[in-house]
């Protein structure tokens, strides 16, 4: 059997093997796209292609922990329900033998296209990287067709990330990268038929511009068409903290610009972080048939305390954000929760919430996971906090506009925050599930996301204030549908 053949089968042995301890844990979660055991990170080649979404994923099936990864696949026809499909790519080549690195799909003549790093790494870790295309002609089985592009002399081998569209009849690829002076940077290349390859030179960062100083890598770049405007979304390495700013290990945000394709150049504003909690990374967008721009992140951040997630005992690891639709309101990108997260609602209430220095609990029917939508909301002064299962805490200060979310740290207990500005709060859209928090700020105006492990008997929200303040609020419990 050849190493390909063989990988695969491991890896179906690996799924087969460990069903039923990953599926003890409680902390499993009922409607993020999880991997069927070892470690999940990036999402991978996101694509509407022929009836039908696909997202692709980094994942390592044998530990959780990184390694020579591959890219786990699910296929979906509502964002809702996915289906786990076969293997798409192992790292059984040359070029790929140190993992199947992230990357994007594209179609090319009705069949799938993806372009993926390889990464390559010598006995004394030398790295090398290699931009490898590999095609399908049903979305599920892939021919891999090695390396496509050759390293260009301005970067280092942190060259990666390989993000294609089309536009203007040719396709264009960003890729993330470093340059040799150790800056990131954003490479852009073009072509014709998505096997020859020019190099465009660098868009972003590269120690010029606005980006100039701004870490020692960019990983993931995603570069689109939004609303009249162009947006590039990156993950920086290498980002000193700046009070509310920047907390994570690393970050992930975007710059809004214009990209001008006949010349190759890309002009942009300042970059803002994507989502203010602690677990965001490497999103990836793509254009669906209805003409959104869909984002769905990795649920975590690397290096960030990644083994003390207690669901590793169960030999699983990370899940994906909810998908979330994007769109540009004056001057900034705003995440909402896509459409048919409705289709999970059940078992509704609803009611009016007016505090006077008291807190009190709201009430719902008992379940795990749950949408939470707070509209009207009128705190004239004062602090709002809402405690979400007795682990985590959102606060919002009117004196100091300052929005806050807490949580007990599952690495030591303490609590731990994140926090941004903001002006005034009118509305929260909060998605909890087992293990998980997205919260959407005045309509997707910010987001803050983090995994959370609260304690089983401890199913409550408790609202409070330190003044007179008043809410409507509506409740359901969400179906489980992983
Ligand atoms: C981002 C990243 C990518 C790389 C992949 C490897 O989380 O480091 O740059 O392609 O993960 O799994």
């Not at 798409?88 to 799909?105: E, T």
């Not at 009016?352 to 609990?361: C, I, R």
Request: hydrophobic letters at 35%.
């Amino acid at each position: 059997m050849d190493l390909d053949k063989q990988l695969k089968k491991r890896v179906n042995d690996e799924i087969k093997g460990n069903k039923n301890k990953v599926e003890k844990d409680p902390f499993r979660l009922h409607y993020h796209i999880m991997p069927p055991v070892g470690l999940l990170n990036d999402p991978n080649g996101f694509i509407w292609w022929k009836g039908q979404y696909h997202l692709f994923y980094q994942w390592m099936p044998f530990k959780t922990g990184h390694g020579a990864k591959f890219w786990g696949h699910y296929s979906s026809t509502d964002l809702i329900h996915w289906k786990h499909e076969e293997l798409a790519l192992a790292p059984s080549d040359w070029y790929d033998k140190n993992g199947c690195y992230s990357g994007s799909a594209i179609d090319f003549e009705g069949k799938l296209h993806l372009l993926y790093t390889g990464n390559v790494k010598d006995e004394s870790g030398n790295r090398e990287t290699y931009q490898c295309l590999a095609v399908s002609e049903n979305g599920i089985n892939f021919e891999k067709k090695g390396p496509i592009l050759n390293l260009p002399s301005q970067y280092t081998a942190h060259f990666r990330d390989p993000k294609v569209w089309e536009q203007d009849d040719k396709y264009f690829m960003v890729i993330g990268a470093q340059t040799k002076e150790l800056k990131g940077a954003v490479a852009l290349f073009s072509s014709n038929n998505l096997t020859d390859w020019t190099h465009e030179g660098m868009i972003a960062g590269g120690g010029e511009g606005k980006l100039k100083n701004f870490g020692y890598m960019f990983e993931c770049p995603d570069l689109f068409h939004l609303n009249g405007h162009d947006v590039l979304i990156f993950s920086p390495q290498g980002i000193e903290a700046c009070e509310m700013k920047y907390n994570n290990v690393y970050q992930s945000g975007y710059v809004i610009g214009k990209f001008d394709s006949k010349n190759c150049v890309y002009t942009h504003g300042d970059f803002e972080e994507l989502d203010r909690g602690f677990d965001f990374y490497a999103p990836q967008t793509t254009i669906d048939n209805d003409g959104r721009r869909i984002l769905i992140a990795w649920m975590s951040v690397p290096d960030q305390n990644e083994q003390d997630h207690p669901t590793t005992e169960y030999k699983w690891l990370h899940n994906m954000t909810i998908p979330r639709e994007l769109s540009i309101v004056e001057g900034r990108v705003r995440q909402k929760p896509a459409i048919e997260l409705k289709e999970l609602r059940q078992n509704f209430s609803e009611g009016y919430v007016k505090l006077d220095k008291e807190s009190k609990a709201i009430n719902f029917s008992e379940g795990e996971t749950l949408e939470l939508q707070l509209d009207d909301v009128d705190i004239p002064n004062g602090m709002l906090e809402l405690t979400l299962y007795g682990n985590a805490r959102l606060l919002y200060s009117n004196e100091h506009s300052v929005f806050t979310m807490e949580r007990k740290s599952y690495v030591d207990g303490t609590i731990e925050k994140r926090q941004c500005k903001l002006d005034k709060l009118h509305s929260l859209t909060i998605f909890i599930d087992t293990s998980s928090i997205e919260v959407f700020v005045n309509d997707g105006e910010e987001s803050f996301t983090m995994r959370f492990y609260p304690y089983k008997n401890d199913k409550v929200i408790q609202v409070g204030s330190t003044e007179k303040c008043q809410f409507k609020y509506q409740v359901w419990n969400l179906k489980k549908v992983f």
